[in-house]
């Protein structure tokens, strides 16, 4: 399989001073053996190192890749954020590209972008890399309107680097949850990423949920954390996903008469491989990740929330309804 590569950063090749591992995109491609055409990659710098890291050609900008003619039916697009839908768009008019692998987030400028992946959809096979849905261990989170055997039950999230770029995972895990009417309180907001990407802290809520939404200063630690809480028992992802705990009621055994929630279990998650399975699905033509409608609805609700929490005013409380 022939890919082409657009964006030559830190999440698809690493850098000099460590060895590429599972969370990067070449370690997958090399591991089953894709053919890397070319990358695309503006910086000087970086492309000298891709040159040196992997041996391919790297262009400059769509123009020259025009010029060269290269031949390829799959295309990786981890470029800066706000350059992921442009070049979905110009990939999606190539008869020549049959599959496309996104990096999150996929949001337009103005307006819902719903009907226009509809219509991708219809020639292309369309992967979106929120990595949270191809790990098995994350599946409860996945289907989380599954865990709803009590009500109500508290989400806590706990998160820097971007309500867009890195809150969008937890977003797009629980957006199933709240499928009704609820409301939004924005409480603060900071900027540790970019300027039009707050990392804001929020209180969403309805009769049968509430998430918290704590969004914490990047440049003094990165942070990741879902933590759900029913009404007799626990489960907490922590280490960015990458180890979850499991906890149960049980009758307190220092104070008599009161009840604890017990930590049964402590492990390591398959979120440092779930890369993997997208790679894996794709080389072998299953299409099980793809992008279909309900993905699209889900992709839909998470942008207009976003949008609605980057955009709000804080104190204000909004009332949603989809």
């Known amino acids: 399989m022939n890919i082409f590569i657009v964006g030559g950063g830190d999440i698809v090749f690493g850098n000099s ?4 591992n599972q969370t990067k995109h070449y370690y997958w491609l ?25 041996g391919v050609p790297v262009i400059n900008d769509l123009q020259e890749l025009e010029s060269e003619k290269l031949s390829y039916d799959t295309v990786l697009i981890a470029s800066p954020d706000t350059t992921h839908l442009d070049y979905l768009r110009y990939f999606a008019s190539k008869t020549n590209v049959e599959n496309i692998v996104c990096e999150k987030p996929l949001i337009g400028s103005t307006g819902s972008i719903k009907n226009e992946l509809c219509q991708y959809l219809k020639n292309k096979n369309i992967y979106l890399n929120l990595s949270r849905r191809f790990s098995q261990d994350h599946a409860p989170l996945i289907n989380i309107k599954n865990f709803r055997s009590d009500k109500p039950f508290t989400i806590q999230v706990n998160y820097s680097k ?6 969008i995972h937890a977003i797009d895990l629980l957006i199933p949850v709240i499928d009704q009417e609820f409301n939004v ?6 900027v540790d990423y970019e300027m039009r990407d707050p990392t804001v802290s929020a209180v969403l809520w309805n009769s049968d949920f509430r998430i918290c939404l704590n969004g914490f200063n990047d440049n003094k630690f990165s942070i990741f954390e879902i933590d759900i809480i029913g009404k007799n028992d626990r489960v907490r992802f922590i280490r960015s996903g990458l180890e979850m705990e499991s906890f ?3 009758p307190d055994n220092v104070y008599e008469g009161y009840r604890e929630l017990f930590r049964v279990e402590r492990k390591c998650t398959d979120l440092s491989s779930s890369m993997a399975k997208l790679y894996q699905d794709l080389q072998s033509g299953s299409y099980e990740y793809i992008l279909d409608k309900l993905d699209i609805d889900r992709i839909d609700r998470s942008n207009r929330l976003i949008d609605l929490l980057i955009n709000s005013q804080i104190g204000k409380v909004y009332n949603v309804s989809w």
């Open 17 to 20: 001073s460590k060895e590429i």
């Open 30 to 54: 090399r591991k089953y053996k894709y053919n890397i055409i070319g990358v695309l990659e503006p910086n000087n710098d970086r492309a000298e190192f891709i040159r040196e890291r992997v």
């Open 162 to 167: 971007g309500i867009l770029h890195n809150g």
């Open 185 to 190: 309180l924005k409480t603060s907001q900071l």
């Open 248 to 250: 149960q009621v049980r």
